[in-house]
């Protein structure tokens, strides 16, 4: 596919207030983390996971090949973050299932990413020391899917959203379930500290099961909607941006440089170098950034021939509450 034009997109912050419930009985392990004194040196973290499967059975009669492009999803979000978020090298980590593994790489396994009190396992260690004033990153490329759930009141659609690991005998693979990053990522997130989540993956719109959801109007202002049940209240600040709707599948774009990508990918990335400054910090307008993804994603299924649609989904721990010209999706970059 050729270039794509997108317009410019906003990149600024947005007000926001938490959104408080009911509070609840919280362990002494989640009150210590919530407890933490802040940073007195803000501290980055990220972690990368991308997998291409290679053939690897998910299920009695599929298997999985999804080429390079989780691999070159991972080097451009290495890139866009060291380049434009004022992360180092030594703050990113990351998992990818590659033969020639590269030094620090770690293999995307069931266990290496989420079994919790196992020393490899990543979801745990990005979050574990997080206080008040750091930031954490998550971006995922895999294989996603649905399966019915029997007890998760919370699931609007009755269904668990999952995503397909790789395991270490490279042909076998396990599922991690919404549930399972919710309690890892979000029940204990302390407040003051900030988590951005990016999902490459098909049927991931509620993968992190936050309870809102922004939309937006005809008029490209924002509008706040309830993507979950609300179980609890919890205090970090917490944003995840997923390619598609929970019953979508995910594309994957034409590129010769760096290489084919998923919308989300290719419209950060597009856009800071089309208008960002290098060694610069920046953040983005979450609802332009949504506004971008949406008219990209149309555009580009459109010109690939594409019946079925992919809608983007920006969704929130907290409602954003500002006036209604802060959600407008043009405004200058800054």
């Known amino acids: 596919m050729g270039l794509i034009l997108f317009s410019v997109l906003a990149l600024a912050g947005v007000a926001i207030v938490f959104w408080s419930a009911t509070s609840f009985l919280k362990t002494n392990a989640q009150d210590k983390r919530r407890r933490r004194e802040p940073s007195e040196i803000p501290t980055n973290k990220a972690l990368l996971i991308g997998i291409h499967y290679k053939g690897v059975r998910v299920s009695s009669d599929t298997t999985i090949d999804l080429n390079e492009v989780p691999h070159n999803e991972v080097k451009t979000w290495h890139r866009i973050l060291t380049n434009y978020f004022a992360y180092k090298d030594s703050d990113i980590t990351h998992m990818l299932d590659q033969d020639n593994e590269e030094e ?73 379930k919404d549930n399972d990053l919710h309690r890892i990522l979000v029940c204990d997130f302390p407040e003051g ?46 944003l995840c941006i997923a390619a598609c709707e929970d019953g979508q599948k995910a594309h994957d774009f034409k590129s010769d440089t760096p290489g084919d990508q998923g919308i989300i990918t290719k419209v950060v990335d597009y856009t800071l170098e089309t208008n960002g400054q290098v060694g610069e910090k920046h953040s983005l ?32 721990l907290y409602a954003p509450f500002a006036p209604a010209q802060q959600f407008q999706t043009e405004s200058p970059l800054r």
């Open 104 to 176: 620090g790489n770690i293999w995307p396994s069931y266990e290496n990413i989420c079994i919790w009190h196992v020393k490899m396992a990543q979801l745990e260690a990005l979050v574990a020391d997080v206080r008040p004033r750091d930031k954490r990153f998550l971006f995922v490329a895999a294989h996603g899917g649905q399966l019915q759930c029997t007890s998760d009141s919370t699931e609007l659609d009755g269904k668990d959203e999952v995503f397909y690991t790789r395991e270490s005998d490279g042909r076998t693979s396990k599922i991690i």
């Open 193 to 238: 500290a900030s988590l951005t989540v990016v999902f490459e993956i098909c049927h991931s719109g509620t993968l992190l099961d936050l309870p809102f959801r922004i939309d937006q109007n005809a008029e490209g202002i924002g509008e706040i909607s309830d993507a979950k049940h609300r179980a609890e209240d919890v205090d970090g600040e917490i």
């Open 285 to 316: 307008n979450l609802v332009a950034l949504h506004h971008e993804l949406l008219t990209s994603s149309e555009w580009a299924r459109q010109e690939a021939g594409l019946e079925a649609a992919q809608t983007p989904v920006v969704s929130t």
